[in-house]
């Protein structure tokens, strides 16, 4: 646990673990960011490195909200009525197609047969659930080409972006293929979900250290001691 996204803590995080354990490593799953690539290249460059699916798919959905904010807001400057389609439409369009039911499908269909670049924006995103589903890492790469084509070219500058970033972390997107099976994020996901808990509920204590203490009884489940300074009714 550090306290800031470093390359130092990266390296105090692998230092407490052990050189023998760090060698050992066989998978290691990350996001993309540049610090962390360089320092598990350079500790662990003997593990099959993972991009974590869940960021990437945050990624996505940050490209396309900030379509949908950006467009909205033009919509509404010049007066249009078509600000209103996307009005209350955010969690909409985050969420997949298959998730959507009722009055919220039914007005997600409405937008997605409009010419709006949200619209097509929804559709990359849309379209790139399909890379997940495929078992060759031949045809995923092919897939990820023509993905990432079609996104540059698509003229909605958030997306082409996206598209350009994992074109440079390609190599590491096929290792989600080749490890599919043997690692996966979802646990670390929630213990990320029970950190954000205790840091919300963490507003009163004067000191990082405090808060880690806190952290680490909460996610760790240490003991506690059975006699107290003060009694408690």
């Not at 350009?164 to 293929?177: I, V």
């Not at 840091?199 to 952290?215: K, N, P, V, W």
């Amino acid at each position: 646990m550090g306290k800031r996204r470093t390359k130092a803590t990266l390296h105090r995080g692998l230092a407490a673990l052990g050189a023998e354990v760090v060698q050992g490593l066989r998978f290691v799953c990350s996001d993309m960011w540049r610090p962390y690539l360089s320092v598990i290249a350079a500790k662990a460059g003997q593990a099959l490195h993972v991009l974590d699916r869940f960021h990437i798919t945050s990624n996505l959905n940050q490209a396309l909200d900030q379509v949908r904010r950006a467009e909205s807001g033009q919509l509404r400057a010049a007066g249009l009525a078509a600000a209103e389609r996307l009005k209350n439409m955010r969690w909409k369009l985050l969420r997949r197609r298959s998730r959507v039911r009722g009055r919220a499908r039914r007005e997600l269909s409405r937008l997605l047969s409009t010419k709006l670049v949200t619209a097509r924006a929804w559709a990359l995103k849309d379209l790139f659930e399909h890379f997940w589903t495929y078992k060759s890492v031949r045809c995923a790469g092919e897939f990820l080409q023509y993905w990432t084509w079609r996104a540059l070219r698509s003229r909605i500058e958030p997306m082409k972006k996206v598209a350009r970033t994992l074109r440079s972390h390609e190599a590491l997107l096929m290792n989600w293929f080749k490890a599919k099976g043997e690692i996966s994020s979802a646990a670390v996901e929630g213990l990320n979900n029970k950190i954000r808990v205790v840091t919300r509920r963490s507003y009163g204590f004067r000191t990082y250290d405090a808060m880690e203490i806190a952290l680490y009884h909460t996610l760790g489940r240490l003991p506690e001691p059975g006699e107290f300074t003060h009694r408690f009714c």
